[in-house]
């Protein structure tokens, strides 16, 4: 059985939380990855988010260049899931975590907005290996 790397937890109405493998985050976070790269993740997302009816250019916002996303947007109207700075700098100075990363939901009014979150969040580690070259 693979280990598992992502996990949702609802928490009300259409609000959630990602919880992220910290190994995973942290590898992420130390691999560089190509702006050509980056690119074709946000393009192959857009993509895909055309059967929600969503169409939006940057959906992934990588951190500086890694291959770790700190933030995933569906437009207008702030709909986001996102990390915080302190998990952030927590996985750059290889500090000890015990827990998960946790993303959290802003403004996410339906279903359809809460699976596309997921989808993409599975997306992204089903690519991650490709993306970092491994």
């Keep these: 059985m693979e280990k598992l790397i992502w996990q949702p937890r609802f928490c009300g109405g259409s609000d959630f939380m990602i919880y992220l493998d910290a190994e995973f985050a942290r590898r992420m976070i130390k691999s560089p990855v190509p702006e050509a790269t980056r690119t074709r993740m946000n393009k192959l997302a857009n993509e895909d988010l055309e059967r929600f009816s969503i169409s939006w250019t940057d959906i992934y916002l990588f951190h500086e ?13 702030g709909v986001w899931l996102s990390t915080s700075s302190n998990n952030v700098d927590s996985l750059l100075r290889n500090a000890p975590l015990r827990k998960p990363i946790e993303y959290h939901s802003h403004n996410v009014r ?3 907005q ?3 979150f997921m989808y993409l969040v599975d997306k992204w580690v089903n690519y991650s290996d490709a993306m970092i070259g491994r």
């Design 65 to 77: 260049g890694s291959g770790f996303v700190k933030e995933i947007h569906l437009g207008r109207g």
């Design 110 to 112: 339906t279903i359809d």
């Design 114 to 116: 809460a699976y596309a």
